[in-house]
């Protein structure tokens, strides 16, 4: 995914103390499963965003906008803009911490994806808010798509990230995924230079990652 990230946001939550976290303030550590502060999981829906719909069209919005600075994607060599995609939204149940915080527009977590030809599903974005992180949205929204995927009988569904973003590549990797090709200089090609990711690490290259269907 292109990165247009501002660094001086808090975009995470530290999984040790909930703290929020700026790019540049994240770090990797080892660390058991149980020592991870889980919350309790997300409750609430997993489904498509209406057509139409100006709620959904704002959340939508201001999710890609917090994380990407765009509701549009330079991936897999073309521009995608979410609202050509279809869009997956968690919404919390009311009553859930969180669920009422105006910033988050009444969603949890947003994904788009796109149908490419017979060939295979693209996840275009995949965004959860950082006071959601660590609850599980992101696994349901991944279930939904590979639903998705087996519903049009595609055979694969495909997403690219970058050489940064090890939350992402460990998500992704834990649900099945498999690196399928590296592109080497493609985010420095896209922005002159490299911009700086997860924990100040150069981020050069659009990492592809494909999960078969069967
Ligand atoms: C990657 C992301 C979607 C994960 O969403 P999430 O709702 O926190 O994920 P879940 O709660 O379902 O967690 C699933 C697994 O990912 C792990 N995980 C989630 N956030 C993590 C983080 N910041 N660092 C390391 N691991 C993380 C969880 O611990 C869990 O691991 P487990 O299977 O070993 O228990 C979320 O961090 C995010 O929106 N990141 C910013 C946007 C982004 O980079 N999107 C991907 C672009 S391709």
């Avoid at 965003?49 to 999710?63: M, Q, S, V, Y």
């Avoid at 609850?135 to 798509?145: E, I, P």
């Avoid at 592109?183 to 150069?202: C, D, K, L, N, S």
Wanted: glycine share 10%; aromatic share 10%.
């Amino acid at each position: 995914m292109s990165d247009e990230r501002i660094s001086d946001r808090h975009l995470y939550r530290s999984g040790l103390t909930q703290k929020p976290l700026t790019l540049g303030d994240a770090s990797i550590v080892t660390a058991g499963h149980d020592e991870i502060s889980r919350q309790a999981g997300f409750r609430g829906t997993i489904r498509f965003a209406g057509t139409g719909n100006e709620d959904g069209r704002k959340a939508i919005e201001a999710i890609n906008n917090f994380f990407w600075n765009s509701v549009e994607q330079e991936i897999f060599g073309r521009m995608y803009n979410v609202f050509e995609c279809r869009n997956i939204l968690a919404v919390p149940l009311p009553d859930e911490e969180g669920a009422l915080d105006e910033n988050y527009h009444g969603i949890a977590g947003q994904v788009s994806i796109y149908e490419e030809d017979e060939d295979f599903l693209h996840i275009v974005v995949f965004n959860v808010w950082p006071g959601w992180h660590y609850r599980g949205v992101g696994r349901k929204l991944l279930d939904k798509v590979i639903i998705e995927c087996r519903k049009l009988q595609l055979p694969s569904i495909k997403l690219g990230t970058t050489n940064d973003n090890f939350p992402a590549l460990y998500f992704y990797q834990r649900a099945g995924f498999v690196i399928e090709e590296v592109i080497t200089e493609e985010v420095v090609r896209q922005h002159g230079g490299p911009p700086e990711g997860f924990a100040g690490i150069p981020v050069r290259d659009e990492i592809r990652l494909r999960l078969d269907i069967r």
